[in-house]
C-alpha cells in the first residue's frame, strides 16, 4: 500500500489520517508546531462532515465532546427580533443520517488527534519547506539544519491557509484578506446561563457586523463570535487574544443581551479572515492539497472545516480504489472536489454579503425571504449543503482513467529547494 504523507496535522489533516488508515494506509502526519496543544473558539460541524466522522468511528466521543443544538434563530442586529427559526435537535437525524455538532474547537481537535495518534504516526515540530516529486516516489524535506528527507509515495499538503505546500506547486498565488475580522469569545456556562436559551443557536444580522453564539462542550460552555467587516486590521492568527471591550466599540446600538454576551467571555481570540482564490488543479503528480490550503473560504457558512473533512474522505477512498496508480487517483480526488467546494466559496461570500445588508430595501427583501423559507426548506437556509453527501459523489462521479505510465520512469528530482516535480503548473480559476 502507498506510504502517504500529510504536512499538518490540524482538522483536515488529522481526518484524512484516520480516512487513509482506515484504509489500510501507512500514514505520517508532519505538524510545524511543536507541541499538541490547540488553542481556539468555536467550531461547527453541519451533518455532512459529522456523517463522514461517524463512519470513521468516532461517533460516540463526537456526541459526548461537542453540542447539538435544538433549533437556530436568525434575529435583528437591534432589536433581537425573530426573522427565521429552524428547527433542529434530535429530528436531524433520520432525515441527514447525522446532527449538526458544535464544538470548543481544542476539544474537536483533541478528539481527532487522540485517534490519529492510534493508527498512524505524527511528528511535531517537523516544519516541511520543500516537496520533490522522482517520479516513482516522493519526498518532503523539513526545515532545521539537517534538512531531513522523508519518503512518501504520496504527500498531502494539509497545511492550512497559509499553505507551503501550495505555495510550491503553485507559485505566487497568495492568500487573500476577506476584508472581515472576527472575534471569538468563550463563556462559562454559570456567567451566561440567564442570557442564552439552551440549546438554541443564535445569529444576530445586521450592517457589516454579525453576531453568533452557540453551546459547547455539551453545554458547559458559550460561544459568542463578532464578524466585523473593514475592521483597521488584518492579522491572520487563531491565538491572538484581546479584550471583550474592543469589539463592543464596533457595535453602538446593537442587541444589549448581545453585548452583555460578550462582556462576560473569559476568552476572546481575534484573527482576519484570509480565502484562497479557487484553483483549477489540486493534484500534481503524487503531491495534493486539502482543506484551507486548496480552497479556503469565508465562515459564513460555517463550512471550511466541514469541506475538509469531505476532502479526507474523498481522498481516502480514491486512493483506496487506485493504489497502484496514485497519480490518478489523485486526479479523481481532485475531480470529486473541485466543484463542491468551490461552490462553497461562492455561496460562503454571497451568505457574508446577506448577513451584512444594511437596513433598506434589500435587508428587507432578504427578510422576506426568510419569513417564508420554511416551505421549501423546512432545515433552513443550509439544508442543501447538509444533504450533501460525498459518499454519493464518489459513486457517481467516473472512474478516472489509468494515468501515463511515464510518470513512474523515476525522473530524479533536481532542487530540494521548493517543488519539483513534473506537473508544477496550475492556474487559479
Ligand atoms: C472565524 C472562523 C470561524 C470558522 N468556523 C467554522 C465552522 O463553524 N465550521 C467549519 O466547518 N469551519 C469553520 N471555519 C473554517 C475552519 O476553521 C477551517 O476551514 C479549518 O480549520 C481548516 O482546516 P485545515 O486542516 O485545512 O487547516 P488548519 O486547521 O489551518 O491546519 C493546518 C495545519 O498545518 C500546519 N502547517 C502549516 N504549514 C506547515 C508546514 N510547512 N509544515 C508542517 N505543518 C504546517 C499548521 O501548523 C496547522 O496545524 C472557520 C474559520 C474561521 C476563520
Request: charged share 25%.
Given at each position: 500500500m502507498p506510504r502517504v504523507v500529510i504536512v499538518g496535522a490540524g482538522i483536515g489533516g488529522l481526518s484524512a489520517t484516520i480516512a487513509l488508515a482506515q484504509r489500510g494506509f501507512e500514514v505520517e502526519v508532519l505538524e510545524q508546531r511543536p507541541s499538541a496543544c490547540e488553542i481556539g473558539a468555536s467550531l461547527s460541524l453541519g451533518p455532512n462532515a459529522v456523517r463522514l466522522l461517524d463512519e470513521l468511528g468516532l461517533k460516540e466521543v463526537l456526541r459526548q465532546t461537542?453540542?447539538?443544538?435544538?433549533?437556530?434563530?436568525?434575529?435583528?442586529?437591534?432589536?433581537?427580533?425573530?426573522?427565521?427559526?429552524?428547527?433542529?435537535?434530535?429530528?436531524?437525524?433520520?432525515?441527514?443520517?447525522?446532527?449538526?455538532?458544535?464544538?470548543?474547537?481544542?476539544?474537536?481537535?483533541?478528539?481527532?488527534?487522540?485517534?490519529?495518534?492510534?493508527?498512524?504516526?505524527?511528528?511535531?515540530?517537523?516544519?516541511?519547506?520543500?516537496?520533490?516529486?522522482?517520479?516513482?516516489?516522493?519526498?518532503?524535506?523539513?526545515?532545521?539544519?539537517?534538512?531531513?528527507?522523508?519518503?512518501?509515495?504520496?504527500?498531502?499538503?494539509?497545511?492550512?491557509?497559509?499553505?507551503?505546500?501550495?505555495?510550491?506547486?503553485?507559485?505566487?498565488?497568495?492568500?487573500?484578506?476577506?476584508?472581515?475580522?472576527?472575534?471569538?469569545?468563550?463563556?462559562?456556562?454559570?456567567?451566561?446561563?440567564?442570557?442564552?436559551?439552551?440549546?438554541?443557536?443564535?445569529?444576530?444580522?445586521?450592517?457589516?457586523?454579525?453576531?453568533?453564539?452557540?453551546?459547547?462542550?455539551?453545554?458547559?460552555?458559550?460561544?459568542?463570535?463578532?464578524?466585523v467587516r473593514d475592521a483597521a486590521w488584518s492579522q491572520e492568527s487563531w491565538t491572538l487574544q484581546t479584550a471583550p471591550t474592543e469589539v463592543l466599540g464596533y457595535l453602538e446600538g446593537w442587541h444589549e443581551p448581545f453585548l452583555e454576551r460578550i462582556r462576560r467571555c473569559t476568552l476572546m481570540l481575534r484573527s482576519a479572515v484570509y480565502v484562497r482564490q479557487p484553483l483549477a488543479q489540486w493534484s500534481f503528480g503524487r503531491v495534493t492539497l486539502l482543506g484551507d490550503a486548496a480552497h479556503a473560504m469565508q465562515p459564513f457558512e460555517a463550512q471550511g472545516a466541514a469541506q475538509a473533512v469531505e476532502d479526507a474522505y474523498a481522498l481516502a477512498a480514491c486512493l483506496a480504489e487506485g493504489p497502484d496508480d496514485v497519480r490518478a487517483a489523485l486526479q479523481r480526488y481532485a475531480a470529486v472536489r473541485i466543484e463542491r467546494t468551490r461552490e462553497l466559496q461562492d455561496s460562503s461570500r454571497a451568505a457574508a454579503e446577506a448577513f451584512y445588508l444594511p437596513d433598506g430595501e434589500e435587508q428587507r427583501r432578504r427578510d422576506a425571504e426568510y419569513a417564508v423559507l420554511h416551505r421549501r426548506q423546512p432545515w433552513g437556509p443550509r439544508q442543501p449543503l447538509w444533504e450533501y453527501d460525498v459518499r454519493a459523489a464518489l459513486r457517481s462521479a467516473p472512474r478516472a482513467a489509468h494515468g501515463d505510465a511515464s510518470h513512474d520512469t523515476g525522473s530524479s528530482a533536481s532542487d530540494d529547494l521548493g517543488y519539483s516535480g513534473r506537473s508544477a503548473s496550475a492556474s487559479v480559476l
Open positions: 461537542g453540542a447539538i443544538p435544538r433549533a437556530v434563530d436568525l434575529v435583528r442586529w437591534d432589536d433581537g427580533r425573530l426573522l427565521h427559526r429552524t428547527e433542529l435537535g434530535a429530528s436531524m437525524e433520520p432525515h441527514f443520517s447525522a446532527p449538526q455538532l458544535d464544538f470548543f474547537r481544542p476539544e474537536l481537535h483533541e478528539v481527532l488527534l487522540a485517534r490519529a495518534e492510534q493508527v498512524a504516526s505524527i511528528r511535531f515540530g517537523a516544519r516541511v519547506v520543500a516537496v520533490a516529486d522522482e517520479g516513482r516516489t516522493c519526498h518532503v524535506v523539513l526545515g532545521g539544519t539537517d534538512r531531513e528527507r522523508v519518503e512518501a509515495t504520496v504527500v498531502v499538503g494539509a497545511d492550512g491557509v497559509s499553505s507551503t505546500v501550495r505555495q510550491l506547486l503553485v507559485g505566487k498565488d497568495q492568500p487573500v484578506f476577506s476584508g472581515t475580522v472576527v472575534y471569538r469569545g468563550i463563556a462559562d456556562r454559570r456567567d451566561v446561563a440567564d442570557l442564552h436559551p439552551a440549546g438554541v443557536n443564535c445569529y444576530w444580522l445586521g450592517p457589516n457586523r454579525h453576531g453568533v453564539s452557540y453551546w459547547l462542550s455539551g453545554g458547559e460552555r458559550l460561544a459568542v463570535t463578532c464578524a
